[in-house]
């Protein structure tokens, strides 16, 4: 059960500067869809504040402006930090505790280690030159302040951005307070917003002055002023103008932060008031999902009518709409709007639809865990986390909704495990335990917390909850959970260095699934476990023929997770049997199925067998660089107990090798290389894509690249394609295509692989 790159990179202080680099960007800051108007003044502040402060808080009321205005500084910020910068999206977190771990996810760090999230967090970063921003901090101030003081002590060269509605209150916090649009500003916005809404629209003689009143009645606040652009659609300006006056004139003059609060409110109750019935009813209940959602989950939460009135609302920009993603978003102010407009009642009827539709989900996903939906399946789950923590949360916390989470848990058990989220999984696990004791789904969420804490290492823990999970499954007369049991422990007795014990129960494992039946993954993996601990028996001829009999099941069933393990453990054992060149046709395979599915752990395993098949075949330095990967890719997990010692010891014995043949300087120069790779670049190494020493342009050769052609290639480093490039700098395509040329032309380069490589090699300054 291993990591997915949607959940995690990284979870280790020993050498946090290379971690980051194993990810396919340097940062995950989302690409601007519309155009960014004015502000210079405030950008330049922020700048300012960013190289000055370690904590700095953009404060102002909704809608005013403050997560554009932060993601826009931070894309300018870019160069300065050598691990990037990272966007920390809130808004749909409600949980407090679980802040540290929505904190990793967005930084891509695993959920693998025991132990307090915090500190583990901690630990990562602590090496790391970063910017951190926190996007909507105000309904978690105290979880904010106490994260933020915590990675700031533990991360001497980590600066955090935040937007908030109020300060965190944490010592030499520097705020800026962000105010409304000047009326320059404004109407630019607005006149931009409103090309988009209306094509052809432009300033006139004749409609300039009720732009300009319009501007002013709302107070510059940017969220009001693109609703109000979204009415051109059916109105003119001076038509719009007429129906805010009576509305606004209320409001005076005044520029207090409650009038601008209350012009904000008064612009939304009238987009509100133009809304049909239906329209005004689907706002309000969309404001139970925490985060997106589609539009299936829509109208099974909100009714089968929903779909037509959702349409409606994604065109008035009351529902934000992701076309690529097929998925639909309320901002917060409109959340929080909608969210007012309905009672106790309702809240709690459509709540619990709201949980039942998620862990459905997640039940049919358990169901599909062994059928050719399995990546599809991880990937959905994945986008549904806000959602499934969130029902989860409703179930707990409601009496008599207990038994609802205890089945969701069990449910989500397998995806915990696959994607590498064990402390996650472990909380909601002591939850379950908590409210259902004496249920069939007691005894497997007993089970679940047991096989997490192995997960974690965290043997003294899962020890007495297997022992009692076995003890149900007698009490239950349960089969399939005596079966899991057993093959748990199997991984307790492995884990600790006793083979011999694990052989036996995975032994046992397997022959009761076979007569009963595979249940999900977990069950299906004993193949590997089994043939694992036969090759370290030295039961190589077993180990394989287990591997022969587990592909047919995998192919069987459409299990690819499992067909990619099974490649990786026949590997090794044609390795074990001296045949070289077969173990790594078979790393290559298991590489190319787990790459596509961000399996961090079996990538570090593939990294690691080539890297011992290459030190046979006396290619030394590219094995080097390979162990260098693997090696950032095991700290980025932080579970190499997960092989065990007798694996450990053959990594070590490769890599001694290595460095026997190549001398001491020439070895760590190449395990740095590897250590430093980007993901595809150590994977291209993997592949005998790219050199293991690549070539190096001369300094005259590297002269010649302009300020531009420079940039471009971080870019293209950062995993972007052209057309991605050309969005972020604002150029077309054609004319990005062109300097790639000329890169490639002047460092003698032929691929894209070469100058990541390169770019990857070459120092901070």
Known sequence: MVANLTYGHMHEAG???????????????????????????????????????????????????????????????????????????????????????????????????????????????????????LDTCEHLVEACARLARRLLRAAPRLRILTTSREPLGVADEHMLQITPLEDAEAVALFTDRARAAVPGFELTAANTGAVV??????????????????????????????????????????????????????AISWSHELCTQDERQLWAELSVFPGSFDRAAAEHVCGPAAGQALTRLAEKSIVGYDETAGRYQLLDTMREFGAERLDADAVGRLRARHRDYYLGLAEQAAAGCLTPAQAGWLARLGLETDNLRVALDYSFGTPGEETAGLRGTVALRTFWLMVGQFTEGRRWHKLAMDAGVGSPEYAWAVFGAGVLAVQQSDLTSAVPLLALAATLAVELADDGLAAQVTDARGMVAFYSGDLETAKTQYESALAAYKRAG??????????????????????TDRAIALCEEYLGRCDELGALWGRGSALWVRGAGRWMSGDHQA?????????????????????????????????????????????????????????????????????????????????????????????????????AVARDEAPAVPSTPTAAAIKQLTRREREIAMLVADGLGNREIAERLFLSKRTVDSHIEHIFAKLGFSSRTQLTTWVAGQSPD
Not at 661 to 667: V, Y
């Open 15 to 133: 050498d946090a500067v290379t971690t980051l680099t194993l990810t396919q960007r340097r940062d995950n800051l989302p690409a601007e869809v519309t155009t960014f108007v004015g502000r210079r003044r405030e950008l330049a502040a922020v700048a300012a504040a960013i190289g000055k402060y370690r904590l700095v808080t953009l404060r102002g009321a909704g809608g005013v402006g403050k997560t554009r205005l932060a993601l826009r500084a931070a894309s300018q910020a870019r160069e300065q930090f050598a691990d990037g910068c990272w966007l920390v999206e809130l808004s749909a977190l409600r949980d407090p505790e679980l802040l540290p771990r929505t904190v990793s996810a967005a930084l891509g760090l695993p959920d693998k280690a025991a132990g307090d999230p915090l500190m583990v967090l901690a630990s990562a970063v602590a090496g790391q030159e970063m910017l951190l921003v």
């Open 518 to 539: 595979f249940r999900d993954t977990f069950a299906l993996d004993t193949y590997a476990r089994l043939a694992s601990t036969c090759l370290l028996s030295l039961e």
């Open 583 to 683: 173990a790594i046709q078979d790393a290559l395979a298991c590489l190319a199925i787990k790459e596509a599915l961000g399996d961090l752990h079996t990538i570090a395993m593939s990294f690691d067998l080539l890297s011992v098949c290459l030190v046979e075949n006396g290619e030394f330095e590219r094995a080097a660089v390979l162990y260098g990967a693997s090696e950032t890719l095991w700290k980025i997990i932080n579970a190499p107990i997960l092989m065990g010692p007798a694996y450990a010891e053959i990594r070590g014995g490769a890599a001694a090798t290595a460095r026997g043949e190549l001398g001491d300087a020439r070895f760590e120069t190449a395990r740095g290389r590897g250590a430093a790779l980007p993901l595809p670049g150590a994977i």
């Open 213 to 266: 009143q319009l501007c002013r009645r709302l107070d510059g606040i940017a969220l009001a002023l693109e609703l109000a652009a979204v009415r051109l659609r059916i109105m003119p300006v001076e038509e719009i103008l007429a129906r805010l006056a009576d509305r606004f004139r209320i409001l005076g003059t005044a520029r207090t932060s409650l009038d601008r609060h209350r012009t904000l409110r008064a």
